[in-house]
């Protein structure tokens, strides 16, 4: 059984930053893709980044690049979501998922398995 657990989240004012981390349970971590999405109230949940492959290859939100970075550490079976310059906009919980395969997948329907969610909430 997959189990993903997430920490990091809490209450930031604007232009601070947080890291999120998501601990998964399945040995040869990096074979599989990880991804954070968020959900910001009376929205659609909405893809943030991933990383994936040998070479953990990444990709993020046209919106976000810059001021997130995805990342990995094989060796705790963790991935982390750091955030700079957080904007009110940023608030909403954060959601980590999983799949098997290595590649690059965009919608939340690709991914079967799912954290907790962890709440961000940013100051103005």
């Known amino acids: 059984q997959v189990q993903l657990v997430e920490s990091g989240g809490g209450l930031v004012q604007a232009g601070g930053s947080l890291r999120l981390s998501c601990a998964e349970s399945?040995?040869?971590?990096?074979?599989?893709?990880m991804a954070w999405f968020r959900q910001a109230p009376g929205k659609e949940r909405e893809f943030v980044a991933a990383?994936?492959?040998?070479?953990?290859?990444?990709h993020y939100a046209d919106s976000l690049k810059g001021r997130f970075t995805i990342s990995r550490d094989n060796a705790k079976n963790t991935v982390y979501l750091q955030m700079n310059s957080l904007k009110p906009e940023d608030t909403a919980v954060y959601y980590c998922?999983?799949?098997?395969?290595?590649?690059?997948?965009?919608?939340?329907?690709?991914?079967?398995?799912w954290g907790q969610g962890t709440q961000v909430t940013v100051s103005s």
């Open positions: 399945r040995r040869a971590f990096s074979s599989y893709t």
């Open positions: 990383i994936w492959g040998s070479q953990g290859s990444t």
């Open positions: 998922a999983t799949r098997d395969g290595s590649s690059i997948y965009y919608r939340s329907l690709d991914y079967p398995y």
